[in-house]
């Protein structure tokens, strides 16, 4: 007997893939209980598009971030198990199938799939292919390190447990966080390849880099990251700088790469150039004085 699931999509201004998104969602070969959308507080035409579809909506009426919106989603389902599908990726008919076939012991909290990126025609995808990879290979992985949140699915009650997704981590994170806890709280996960998503996402070198930068944040106020000081803006300029020569440009090097090169002394500028803005606006807020 299937067990109860329940899918989620969490966006915001998502117009450009949420149609995509939901023929995916609405067409898998495992049972779905019920599909929810969350709308963090679109401003584009991602509800009208949506609400061609048979589906739950729920609005947020401002953008409170994707960790609020995960847990609007979890509060509001009514089954055993929580799917979750980012609004910018298609999922194959047999990826929810995929995943729960993993669900053989009571102490495994989450299953993730593979997302794959669909585009590469841009410098900048391509980029992103390689340095902000969303799975964990081409095998099955019994404890992976984290689960990615673009994709998986958790039992429903492991998540209520563990208090949620944590709301300071608004836009990245909030998986790797939640996967940290359900670990400490005695959970398993496994990685499953066989489960694929395609990311529709394409970027700019702009917005790629800006994202990525999100991906290394320096620091939230409220989560478990490094405080903003001037000893982490150093510390983490020097991480960077070394990551940059170490991993980056070697090996794009010897990967023969060479159209990356760019991109990648521009991520350590960019990333220099946001933390110490963000350190500054800490500062400013924190004291009361103009930086």
Known sequence: MAQKVSLYIPCYN???YIEKCLDSATRQTYPVAEVLLIDDGST???FLKASKY????????????????????????????????????AASPEWL??????????????????????????????????YM????????VAEPRFLFGSNN????????????????YRTNGEDYDMSLRLKSAGYRFVYEPEAVVEHLRTDTVRSVLRTHWRW?????TGTNRSPVN???????????????FKDMLKNDIENKRLEFIPIDILSWLHHFFWDAAYYLSSKFKADGTKP
Request: overall charge positive; hydrophobic content about 35%; aromatic content about 10%.
């Open 97 to 130: 199938e995929r995943l729960m076939g993993d669900f053989t012991d009571e102490k495994i909290a989450g299953v993730g799939g593979k997302l794959v990126e669909r585009e590469n025609i841009r410098i900048s995808d391509r980029w992103r292919a390689v």
């Open 153 to 168: 699915v958790f039992r429903k009650s492991a998540l209520t447990k563990v208090g949620l997704y944590n709301t300071a």
């Open 14 to 16: 998502a117009g450009k």
């Open 230 to 244: 001037l000893y982490n803006l150093a510390c983490k300029t020097y991480d960077n700088f070394i990551y940059l």
């Open 133 to 140: 990879r969303q799975n964990w290979g081409k095998e099955r």
């Open 44 to 46: 584009d035409d991602t």
């Open 54 to 89: 048979n589906v739950k909506i729920i609005r947020h009426g401002n953008n409170k971030g994707l960790a609020a919106a995960r847990n609007t989603a979890i509060m509001n389902t009514s089954g055993d198990f929580t799917a979750s599908l980012d609004a910018d990726c």
């Open 216 to 220: 290394t944040f320096i620091g939230t």
